[in-house]
């Protein structure tokens, strides 16, 4: 007669709660991928309801405000180190 174990008993034990958690873990895998499935088709449907109707732009500038804030900075004067060339010394008395 064949008498069980310890270790063939503990391995038994071992061998269902690994089917009982890659049962567990696989529905929660499905779970989760159609969660992602879910997501990625109500955004697909968010977008094509987007798309049939034009956006309204008429909060947006042109960005007119932009160019006459930078000519205040400036002065409306260009720098002229960016004509300079690159091998020209620099020249600290020099106004750039």
Known sequence: MHHWGMGPSADAMLVVASLIGAYKFG???LEV???????LRARELEELEAAKHEPDLSAL??????????????G?????????EVDEPANPDKPL
């Open 27 to 29: 529905i929660r895998a």
């Open 33 to 39: 991928q159609r969660g992602i499935v879910a997501d």
């Open 61 to 74: 500038s042109d960005g007119s405000q932009y160019a006459k804030a930078l000519a205040q900075m400036y």
């Open 76 to 84: 409306g004067q260009k720098e002229e180190s960016s004509t300079r």
